[in-house]
T-cell receptor, first 115, second 114 residues
Framework: DAMVIQNPRYQVTQFGKPVTLSCSQT?????MYWYQQKSSQAPKLLFH???????NEADTPDNFQSRRPNTSFCFLDIRSPGLGDAAMYLC??????????????FGPGTRLTVL | AQSVTQPDIHITVSEGASLELRCNYS??????LFWYVQSPGQGLQLLLK??????LVQGIKGFEAEFKRSQSSFNLRKPSVHWSDAAEYFC????????????FGSGTRLSIRP
């Protein structure tokens, strides 16, 4: 089945130790997103790639970076995790043909714990 | 500014009872609306969407939603809930500033009473 895959599902890191979260998709969608979701809150968009074009949200801290080496893969790098970065990180994709709208397809998420 | 409001933070209903989750939006033109469900520790799954046409939209798992332009609402309904429906429900709208983005409401947590 076509899907959005996130690895790992659970990640534990130490305060200040860089961490990378991975997302892959078999949907061949051109847009990929990273969201941060804290407990009992809505997902908060960090950034998205429209094809190869990177779009950062204005309030996303510099501590968060992303890479998209090809259509299928997207990575979230947290350079120096703080305790406040502990959250669920969700990857999503959409097919965004010009002049239309489509829903986003979400992966299962990576739960990040910062010690 | 564009927004989505879910006025109920937490709702508890008895198994077998009917359900209605409220969603109100602010949007200048015809909105493109979604309902997503999130089970604990999982990603979001699309229940249904409204882009145009019939204002009563059928979704998966027996859910439906009705778009009412006059009330700026897109409420989610189910005639008879099951224990497996316990989850967090998010209403969302496509952003008019960027069609690639959606704006989420704050969510409604649904608990099911046996």
């Amino acid at each position: 089945d076509a899907m959005v895959i996130q690895n790992p599902r659970y990640q534990v890191t130490q305060f200040g130790k860089p961490v990378t979260l991975s997302c892959s998709q078999t949907l061949n969608h051109n847009v990929m997103y990273w969201y941060q979701q804290k407990s009992s809150q809505a997902p908060k968009l960090l950034f998205h790639y429209y094809d190869k074009d990177f779009n950062n949200e204005a309030d996303t801290p510099d501590n968060f970076q992303s890479r998209r080496p090809n259509t299928s893969f997207c990575f979230l790098d947290i350079r120096s995790p703080g305790l406040g970065d502990a959250a669920m990180y969700l990857c999503a994709t959409t097919l965004d043909p010009e002049g239309s709208y489509n829903e986003q397809f979400f992966g299962p998420g990576t739960r990040l714990t910062v010690l | 500014a564009q927004s989505v409001t879910q006025p109920d933070i937490h709702i508890t209903v008895s198994e077998g009872a009917s359900l209605e989750l409220r969603c109100n939006y602010s949007y200048g033109a015809t909105p493109y609306l979604f309902w997503y469900v999130q089970s604990p520790g999982q990603g979001l799954q699309l229940l249904l969407k409204y882009f145009s046409g019939d204002t009563l939209v059928q979704g998966i798992k027996g859910f439906e939603a009705e778009f009412k332009r006059s009330q700026s609402s897109f409420n989610l309904r189910k005639p008879s809930v099951h224990w497996s429906d316990a989850a967090e429900y998010f209403c969302a709208v496509v952003s008019y500033s960027s069609a690639s983005k959606i704006i989420f409401g704050s969510g409604t947590r649904l608990s099911i009473r046996p």
